[in-house]
């Protein structure tokens, strides 16, 4: 079988933008679960809204691949499953280590999904030597002292890193060191890599604080709301707007007349 080392995928080569790259898998897993109830065929408008984007963004990612489908048939579900597979590597084995297994870590290993979309956990590793050989997802944990082998062993070109922050950045230029050149970093830390390495950051603590932000923008815009509705219900009708004297809408005509464009339109009388 096919090694994560000997085979890169053709993406870069053949020019698709990374923000088509990074709504592929969005695809797949939309057509994946089509592909699931038997659906033949799924028209554009349909994928898009399963996959949570516009349908003429996916028409134009779609034609970054070569397929545009058929014009009142849609796209062949099956076809596009392979498709997008083949492009973004999933159609050969790609070999993954895990280093650090602590929660996280073990979470991520106990994880059905990896086998499934083209990804085989070849080893887990964790610097603890108590650690060393308790079995974790059905797989004995391996110590850091065996890393560069296990990587070489097992043609590894991706890892996972799942340590603390202090130990993330050493993790990861041993990983680069043993020759892994593509990165999925949960740590929360920025990582510095040399050119040519790929990193993929998760942090959750930052996803959360995200969403914090739109909650609390929710309740004050939810406050302003009510307090608006209060006022109205409390004082009646809103204000009408402020009436200009003769003598200052005479001014205020001669003004917005002034060819310096600078002076307001309306000035109190």
Known sequence: MATGRTHRPATRSRGI????????PLYLRALTALSERSVPTVSSEELAAAAGVNSAKLRKDFSYLGSYGTRGVGYD????????????????DWPVVIVGIGNLGAALANYGGFASRGFRVAALIDADPAMAGKPVAGMPVQHTDELEKIIEDNGVSIGVIATPAGA????????????VTSILNFAPTVLSVPEGVDVRKVDLSIELQILAFHEQRKAGEGAAAAAAAEASSVGGAAPAAAVVPPAGRAAAVARKGNPEGDVPAVMPA
Do not use: H, N
Request: charged letters at 20%; a negative charge; glycine letters at 6%.
């Open 168 to 179: 993330a950045q050493q993790v990861s230029e041993r990983l680069i060191a043993a020759g």
């Open 77 to 92: 579900v099956e076809y596009l499953v392979y498709q997008i597979s083949r492009e973004l590597g999933l159609t050969q």
């Open 17 to 24: 933008p990374e923000a088509t790259v990074a709504r592929l």
